[in-house]
């Protein structure tokens, strides 16, 4: 990146003189490229001129996208797919053959973890879960099982936010030898560079983030040409392609990524604070705060902590429904990353279908509240908190908490 993050996230990519002279990126709506003659088809297939040839593998307006996105995360190479468990399937399927062996961290994406668990075996790959921020038991699966293929980590992850210790990850990618893919959705290339700190594959879900407007589905991988062309030919084979409607939508939303991530980080900030000094808030988890349990990490790693804000209510599961049915301004809904405040209700949305064993096991409490902050303006996204959560304690009577925030 010559320029700061906000000139690339504008310009990055986009060709000097457009079509027409437009000032943006046209969508070309386009199945198939045509040729001239059979001269040009020879000189295309002989020369391996660089042209686009057929809509899966290459679109103009989508190729505009993978430069810009390749310069916003300081990536040799990049490639984009139909959604986020695309990318994280194409690059794990695309990098590994059938007697592999995976090590993926335990807070992993719901499915992520169960496409690892229950998708690759049946192509004769194997995944070891380890617990996220156990780095001795990562080392002893390694040490167990030489020649592993892949460690992959998210970062920070969900619901707690943890954070990945990438010095030590480098240091036994550096010890091993296994490519390390980070799952960095959570904190978007404004807020982290996990290139530039040892790993060899970013993946993203750019549903989120990136795209920022709630409004498409869309995933990225970045990293060395070498392993980004081994996911593309996976990618080119099996299909799940960006259209180039949502690759449109998406460079649209990339321009105000930095924008858009500083204010969403501020809002956070705010949300944080506000809910860490609540009566009615037992704890809460957000990398920025001195007291979230990888704020170290976090600051060594990161520019800013993201739009997300996790806590536990001081409260009972019906109490704690209330609340999230009194929110007007956050609405209640999956995903996050975008302008609208969003919030969740984990055990309900994302675990009802788990038994209240493996929920603790996970530590998905019924009083678990997640939120997504919008890009709205802080004041009124706590005085939406703070008039659910009064109406929802009142209504059940329920006691304040009696010890400090955060212990
Ligand atoms: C960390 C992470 N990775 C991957 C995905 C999958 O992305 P998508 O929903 O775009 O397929 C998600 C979705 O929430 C996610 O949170």
Redesign the pocket.
Known sequence: MTKGFSTEAVHAGEPDRQYMDSITTPIVLTSSYTFTNMDDVLDYVTKKVDRFEYGRYGNPTTAVLIKKLRELEGAEDAEVFD???TS?SCALLGLTQNGDHIILTDDA?K??LMFCEKVLPRFGIETTIVKMGDYDQMEDVLKRRPGTRIVLS?SPT?PYLNIADMDILRSLRERFGFVLIV?S??ASPYNQRPLEQGADIVLH?A?KYLGGHNDI?A?AALGSKALIEQIRDYRNTTGGIVDPVTSYLLLRGLKTLAIRMERLNANATAVAKYLESHPHVRRVYYPGLPSHHDHERARKYMRGFGGVVTFELEADLKCTLDFLSNMKLFKIGP?FGGVEALVTHPMTISYYDYTPEERRRLGILDELVRMSVGIEDPEDLIADIDQALHKAVTRHRISPRVSQPGV
């Open positions: 959604c986020g468990m994280v994406y499915k992520t998210e969900n799952d959705t959570f879900s549903t589905l995933g995903s």
